[in-house]
């Protein structure tokens, strides 16, 4: 009987160590994916600017500009798109993996049709989807680590808890802009500030995300 319920835990650890393993070689993969999109935000900035000072004022200039900008609306939704896939195929360690990957993939929709369809409501939508989707990833991954490593475990925690004081911060901020017209300076200010907490938010994913299969891979060494 002891052989037999050693045998089940044995089973059971490598069953573990496995499942810990897999997810470590996707977070990878996220962690390249979402580096590329950086790289696609930031060349395509420079390309813009480099653009602006060359090439000058007039219909040469938007039209290179649009292009420039198609394309890359097109690269971001290519990655985007393989990022939800990656995350949703996650879903069998866990149904946040799933609801993650499905909001990320409405919120990378959303991101799209806005560029192209002036409507304010495709917007909010993408807000809320882009929302949700750090909520969901990063329990999912708090729920995956916790007996891996703690500190990243706790650092997604930390992820979640700054990016709701960041939203609280800017939905206060737009209330008072609503009520308090007079102050329309100081919500300029304030959004600004909020601007630069999603950026924080953007880069500490891509750091957690490096962390998360550096410590699930250690764990787990052939």
């Known amino acids: 009987m002891s052989d037999f319920r050693e045998g089940q835990s044995n089973f059971m650890q490598l069953d573990h160590m496995a499942r810990v393993r897999d997810i470590g070689l996707k977070m990878m993969i996220l962690f390249y994916l979402a580096i590329a999109d950086v790289l696609i935000t930031f060349f395509t ?9 060359h ?26 798109l393989a990022y939800s896939i990656v995350t949703i195929r996650l879903c069998k360690y866990g149904t946040p993996f799933l609801v993650s990957g499905i909001f990320y993939l409405l919120f990378s929709i959303c991101n799209l049709l806005d560029m192209y369809l002036d409507t304010g409501w495709i917007g909010i939508i993408s807000s809320v989807c882009g929302i949700l989707y750090i909520f969901k990833f990063s329990e999912a991954m708090r729920e995956n680590l916790q007996n891996v490593d703690f500190v990243v ?16 911060i800017a939905g206060i901020a737009l209330i008072c802009n609503i009520f308090l017209p007079l102050m329309t300076d100081v919500f300029l200010l304030v959004y600004g500030a909020c601007m630069i ?13 490096y962390k998360s299969y550096k410590a699930m891979v250690d764990y787990t060494p052939r």
């Open 45 to 53: 900035g420079l390309t813009a600017i480099d653009d602006l000072i």
């Open 197 to 209: 907490g999603e950026l924080i938010v953007s880069i500490w994913t891509v750091i957690l995300l």
């Open 153 to 168: 475990s706790s650092g997604w925690d930390r992820l979640r808890t700054f990016y709701f004081i960041v939203l609280g």
């Open 55 to 80: 090439v000058g004022s007039g219909e040469r200039l938007v039209d290179k500009l649009v292009i420039l900008f198609v394309v890359a609306s097109v690269l971001s939704f290519a990655v985007s």
